[in-house]
């Protein structure tokens, strides 16, 4: 089973510029979950999809970033403006369905450098 | 709001001894579920174990085991026969139903060969 695979793998910009973010899910995983991971901290979760719906994007900072995940597969996820705290990991997660207890499985991140 | 505490930020252990790291938890469900994560440096979050709040028995999953005392809202992840490889950061999250998966701010591992 072929995991959950993000791109690019690093990625550094300058402030204000744009940047995207792309994640393909484990196929069938109708759940797919954007989180953000600051250095020395847990992941936090900025957008989780249901198919090609948005569940709960309530911590994702909407005047900056967006997400999308239109034909309920595979996602972006971009910021624009850039600004130096966006300094982090992107993770990319998904799950077969939005039960608490399903396991949710990650990708390899995009760690994303500010300057 | 729930949240997730790991106190240590560091821990050692020598190859083939024993290590616990602690988790604590604050929340009012009485369902829910808690998990731990490792993340190598590689940085790919992956799930050693799982334990439903409404079962007795502690999850196991081959070396490593959790010791969950609900009363106390505690949830410990105990590494038998440590080994180079287990040396990584591990998370601590919880979640209860039509909620977000919430994480502690992790411990670093690393393994004394």
């Known amino acids: 089973e072929a995991g959950v695979a993000q791109s690019p793998r690093y990625k550094i910009i300058e402030k204000r510029q744009s940047v995207a973010f792309w994640c393909n899910p484990i196929s069938g995983h109708a759940t797919l979950y954007w989180y953000q991971q600051i250095l020395g901290q847990g992941p936090k979760l900025l957008i989780q999809f249901q198919n090609n719906g948005v569940v709960d994007d309530s911590q994702l900072p909407k005047d900056r970033f967006s997400a999308e995940r239109l034909k309920g597969v595979d996602s972006t996820l971009k910021i624009q403006p850039a600004k130096l705290e966006d300094s982090a990991v992107y993770l990319c997660?998904?799950?077969?369905?939005?039960?608490?207890?399903?396991?949710?499985?990650f990708g390899d991140g995009t760690r994303l450098s500010i300057l | 709001a729930q949240t997730v505490t790991q106190s240590q930020p560091e821990m050692s252990v020598q190859e083939a001894e024993t290590v616990t790291l602690s988790c604590t938890y604050d929340t009012s469900e009485s369902d829910y579920y808690l998990f731990w994560y490792k993340q190598p440096p590689s940085r790919q979050m992956i799930l050693v174990i799982r334990q439903e709040a409404y079962k007795q028995q502690n999850a196991t999953e081959n070396r490593f085991s959790v010791n969950f005392q609900k009363a106390a809202k505690s949830f410990s992840l105990k590494i038998s026969d440590s080994q180079l490889g287990d040396a990584a950061m591990y998370f601590c999250?919880?979640?209860?139903?039509?909620?977000?998966?919430?994480f502690g701010k992790g411990i670093t591992l690393s393994v004394r060969p």
């Open positions: 997660a998904s799950s077969l369905d939005t039960g608490a207890h399903q396991p949710q499985h």
């Open positions: 999250a919880y979640r209860r139903a039509n909620s977000k998966l919430t």
